[in-house]
């Protein structure tokens, strides 16, 4: 099974708003609403930053998004802070117990 | 506080074994499934193994299948992972997850790194 695929890097100024995309297949992203993305920092555990594909964790700034249509989910920074520099992962239920992942995507705030 | 620690994580020969695990503390261990997951140098998130909260079902990738063993201990709110015949493929900082009933990592340990050498 292939992992999720999402671009290796984005970038956007302070201030901008940058999208991450994860695509998938009817089979995991596009059959059931149990997308979550992850953010990590450079020598850190990664961070929940949103689950079942839009609901964000308390703690979370709204500034951080997340929506899904058909096969394609998607992460939604808005208001990019330099904070916001770090890889980001998709990760979906894919059925049967089973979860697939994204590749990661390097998120570069100029 | 609400917490994952992972611990057991060394140097070892291609060939070798190592036990991982992982210690949970501010929740309620027995009430989750819990996960391995690993990152190599540079690379991305790989899931590795699962285990149901009871500990009656187990799950792993096919890359460690037959290799490796999950198993938790409640009583002692703990998993672990057993690895062996390790290879160089396997070097990797392992994470322990708490999964969440609808399929997210709500949370991580920081983390315990394999490295996999002669």
């Known amino acids: 099974q292939s992992a999720l695929t999402q671009p290796p890097s984005a970038s956007g100024s302070p201030g901008q708003s940058v999208t991450i995309s994860c695509t998938g297949t009817?089979?995991?992203?596009?059959?059931?609403?149990?997308v979550s993305w992850y953010q990590q920092h450079p020598g850190k555990a990664p961070k929940l930053m949103i689950y079942?594909?839009?609901k964000r964790p308390s703690g979370v700034p709204d500034r951080f998004s997340g929506s899904k249509s058909g096969n394609t989910a998607s992460l939604t920074v808005s208001g990019l802070q330099a904070e916001d520099e770090a890889d980001y992962y998709c990760?979906?239920?894919?059925?049967?117990?089973?979860?697939?992942f994204g590749g990661g995507t390097k998120l570069t705030v100029l | 506080e609400v917490q994952l620690v992972e611990s057991g994580g060394g140097l070892v020969q291609p060939g070798g074994s190592l036990r991982l695990s992982c210690a949970g503390s501010?929740?309620?261990?027995?009430?989750?499934?819990m996960h391995w997951v690993r990152q190599a140098p540079g690379k991305g998130l790989e899931y590795v193994s699962a285990?149901?909260?009871?500990?009656?079902?187990?799950y792993y990738a096919n890359s460690v299948k037959g290799r490796f063993t999950i198993s938790r201990d409640n009583s002692k709110n703990t998993l672990y992972l057993q690895m062996g015949s390790l290879r160089a493929e396997d070097m990797a900082v392992y994470y322990c997850?708490?999964?969440?009933?609808?399929?997210?990592?709500?949370?991580w340990g920081r983390g315990t790194l394999v490295t996999v050498s002669s």
């Open positions: 285990i149901s909260s009871s500990g009656g079902s187990t």
């Open positions: 009817s089979s995991d992203v596009g059959g059931y609403n149990y």
């Open positions: 990760i979906s239920y894919t059925g049967s117990n089973n979860l697939i």
């Open positions: 079942e594909v839009s």
């Open positions: 997850a708490r999964l969440r009933g609808n399929w997210y990592f709500d949370l």
């Open positions: 501010g929740f309620t261990f027995t009430n989750y499934a």
